[in-house]
């Protein structure tokens, strides 16, 4: 006997595992965004990155290898004195740090460059991350402030992370949600 009360439950089942599998979907997507008078590039396993490639669309890559190092360039419009700085990783409901700096200036420097060990940057997450995620960066002080925002894309088996594994077994719940709920409940 099938009720109105199954075909609401149905129904419910049915939007609970198309929102689930929506999340799932669009999860990390967010715009580049670039706010002040600062530029800047990188350099990753050849390519160059620049604030052009940073979107959901063509992010800046990170490849699977160990041993990467991630030559930077920055440059401000003004000189900016007294600065604070840092750039993290959003992850989750929270951002981790991967660098923070400081300093006067007192040489009035309008530009900077140097080199990052990848490596360094995966060991400060708490776990193995693959996928798409936002990084932020931030510079700041007398004279003037920046921030920006870039999609990285962290390359590697997402299987092989406990938040892949996580996602794989909510998809397939939803999977045979959607599967039972289509065929109105019936085994």
């Known amino acids: 006997m099938y ?7 149905r129904l419910r089942l049915l939007l609970a595992g198309v929102v689930v599998f929506g999340l799932l979907l669009t999860a990390g997507a967010a715009a580049a965004i670039s706010v002040g008078p600062c530029d800047g590039s990188v350099k990753i396993d050849g ?3 620049t ?6 669309a063509n992010p800046i890559v990170i490849p ?6 991630a030559e930077w360039a920055g440059s401000t419009d003004g000189v900016i004195k007294n600065h604070t700085g840092d750039v993290g990783v959003v992850v989750g409901p929270g951002t981790i740090n ?10 009035d420097e309008v530009e900077s460059k140097g080199d990052y060990n990848v490596d360094d940057a995966r ?3 708490p776990f193995d991350v693959v996928g798409l995620y936002e990084l932020r960066a931030a510079h700041s002080g007398d004279g003037g402030s920046c921030s920006a925002t870039a999609m990285i894309l962290i390359e590697g088996n997402p299987l092989s ?8 077994a909510g998809a397939g719940i939803s999977f045979v949600g959607l599967v039972l709920a289509g065929r109105g409940g019936k085994a």
């Open 3 to 9: 009720t109105r009360q199954m075909e609401r439950a």
């Open 51 to 56: 604030p052009e490639n940073d979107s959901p």
């Open 123 to 125: 060991d400060l997450l």
């Open 64 to 69: 699977d290898k160990e041993g990467l190092v």
């Open 98 to 107: 991967l660098a923070t700096w400081d300093g006067e200036n007192a040489n």
């Open 161 to 168: 992370t406990p938040a892949g594994q996580a996602a794989a």
């Open 47 to 49: 390519t160059t990155y």
